[in-house]
């Protein structure tokens, strides 16, 4: 079964070690979109110190994303995820949504470890 066939995947990267270089230079021929961020910071001044986890909101700055999700990689594929998703999209106006996959990321504000979906309203004028 194929999940999110219709998406594009961005890994937005600053590939600056050995293994970064060689994991780019696997995913440059991969259906995946790499987003250097060292560009984007600077077109949008925002300061290169900026904490990495913070990157996958990027796609809020960029005009041609009409929505968006951030997800964990490392996190499995689960049926009721697709399901969920499916259901924000389909039936629901919410412009934010945030999952959690596990009954512990409740209690506490955190970046990671969620599924954050956007639904972004852009002026293109």
């Known amino acids: 079964m194929t999940f999110y ?12 070690t050995q293994f970064g270089r060689q994991l780019k ?7 995946v979109n790499l987003c250097y961020v060292e560009p984007i910071l600077k077109l949008h001044n925002i300061k290169p110190t900026v904490f990495p986890m913070s990157w996958r909101f990027l796609p809020l700055l960029d005009p041609l994303v009409d929505r968006f999700m951030s997800r964990d990689t490392d996190a499995e594929l689960l049926d009721r995820e697709i399901y ?5 999209l389909t039936a629901s106006n919410a412009t934010f949504h945030a999952m959690r996959d596990h009954p512990w990321h409740c209690n506490i504000e955190m ?3 969620n599924l954050y979906h956007f639904v972004l309203v852009l002026n293109h004028n």
């Open 111 to 113: 970046l990671g470890g």
């Open 84 to 88: 969920a998703v499916s259901q924000w």
């Open 25 to 31: 230079e696997f995913l440059d021929n991969k259906e």
């Open 5 to 16: 066939s219709d998406w594009t995947i961005r890994i937005y990267h600053n590939f600056s």
